[in-house]
């Protein structure tokens, strides 16, 4: 018997899910076709790749992440464990705001990147739901989403963009936007009545060890949410926002994994780069807030 591909079993799975989608050109319904197209009603045809993800743009997108930054951020998540108090702390909130009696739970997350981060959280949570947890990752990136897919083959991977996202109306029990842009208008869209957002941004004390490192200026030493915090509250009706705040020690290996994967190094001088990772090892601070909100509408 034949292994089944990763692109047969994307096509699959999004044919289980196949309602939840519009046509990001026409907004028609879809239709997964010979396991090999996504196709509207209207037959404009998206095709289903062989590393198992699907690309819904409806022009090119020419995205700054690169291949190498995502390897970079999978080592760092997936394998050291960067992330893993906040992931903690997500799927707490999940377990205690969402409707603990539904049988099933379908996130999106809305800047997936290379999908460690929506497929923890669905590990996590997936014990409280009766095992039927769904997580759906879209990124502007298709290296991210790439590599998302090549990795995690249980969720649904597509690139597309967030001020056209191909679903329908009310369809996310959760939306999760970690550390990425968000398109308010298109969450409340996308949310069900009691659907759940759940916002991470950085602290003043995020990486502060790499931005004193790489930066005399105090402007870019320094980092305040508060704009955010407050466009946050203005569209979503405010269920509570907390701290997550902790050190992690980084050998040099993962030092490089996180100087590369993070935008702060990009406007910052070579030089001070090479010296911060001349360190055999270096503390370092995540410091981040996760505000909770629900649809206002």
């Known amino acids: 018997m034949s292994k089944i591909t990763k692109k047969v079993k994307s096509a699959k799975h999004v044919s289980e899910f196949e309602s939840i989608f519009k046509c990001p050109i026409c907004e028609a319904s879809m239709k997964v076709f010979e396991l090999k197209s996504f196709i509207c009603l209207n037959n ?78 669905c590990e996590k949570v997936r014990p409280d739901f009766g095992n039927t947890v769904t997580g759906a990752g879209i990124d502007i990136s298709k290296e991210g989403v790439l590599a998302a897919a090549k990795n995690y083959t249980n969720q649904i991977w597509a690139v597309a963009d967030l001020a056209n996202t191909p679903f329908k109306d009310k369809q996310f029990d959760v939306i999760l936007d970690i550390l990425s842009p968000s398109n308010y208008a298109e969450f409340n869209r996308l949310l069900r009545a009691d659907g759940l957002v759940i916002k991470v941004v950085p602290r003043s004390g995020y990486l502060k060890e ?88």
């Open 44 to 121: 404009h045809t998206f095709d289903f790749t062989k590393q198992g993800y699907i690309n819904l743009t409806t022009h090119p997108i020419k995205a700054k992440y690169s291949k190498e930054l995502f390897e970079a951020r999978r080592k760092l998540i997936a394998e050291d464990k960067f992330f893993e108090p906040l992931i903690q702390a997500i799927a707490e909130i999940i377990r205690r705001q969402a409707d603990i009696k539904k049988e099933s739970l379908l996130l999106l997350d809305t800047g997936c990147g290379e999908g460690s981060h929506l497929s923890n959280v």
């Open 210 to 297: 790499i931005r004193e490192a790489l930066f005399d200026e105090r402007a870019k030493q320094e980092y305040s949410n508060i704009e955010t915090v407050d466009r946050f509250n203005e569209n979503f009706q405010k269920v509570d926002s907390l701290r997550v705040q902790y050190t992690r020690e980084l050998n040099n290996l993962s030092m490089q994994s996180l100087v590369f994967m993070t935008p702060l190094t990009w406007t910052a001088k070579e030089e001070r780069i090479k010296l911060f990772l001349e360190r055999d090892s270096a503390d370092i601070t995540v410091d981040l807030e996760i505000l909770i909100g629900r649809k206002t509408n």
